[in-house]
Nanobody
Framework: QVQLVESGGGLVQPGGSLRLSCAAS????????IGWFRQAPGKMREGVSC?????????YADSVKGRFTISRDNAKNTVVYLQMDSLKPEDTAVYYC?????????????????WGQGTQVTVSS
């Protein structure tokens, strides 16, 4: 079973940046489409971004477009990153990564696998 571990969260001031990592152990992530999700207190989990396994296509939710960048570590093939810039208080949430059935430029497909612990991102002054 594919198991992913998220890291890189923390406390940052509005306008700041963080880079989250999604790491796999024992298998290659380039074989999978990977998505980042987040869940804020009292809200439903939402899809934030994804990257395809085939052509590197990426998708971003409107709320993060232009501020977040998803990428793969092509040297390691076991890590996917989410670079988060110009952070806002509304970005505060627990962030998770998970495998997807599909990702394209305008579509974030269904997820599969088990949710990990996530990593907390808090944007506050």
């Amino acid at each position: 079973q594919v198991q992913l571990v998220e890291s890189g969260g923390g406390l940052v001031q509005p306008g700041g940046s963080l880079r989250l990592s999604c790491a796999a152990s024992g298998f290659r992530l380039d074989h999978y489409a990977i998505g980042w999700f987040r869940q804020a207190p009292g809200k439903m989990r939402e899809g934030v971004s994804c990257i395809s396994s085939s052509d590197g296509s990426t998708y971003y939710a409107d709320s993060v477009k232009g501020r977040f960048t998803i990428s793969r570590d092509n040297a390691k093939n076991t890590v996917v990153y989410l670079q988060m810039d110009s952070l806002k208080p509304e970005d505060t949430a627990v962030y998770y990564c998970l495998t997807l059935l599909r990702c394209s430029g305008n579509y974030m497909g269904p997820h599969f696998g088990s949710w990990g612990q996530g990593t907390q991102v808090t944007v506050s002054s």
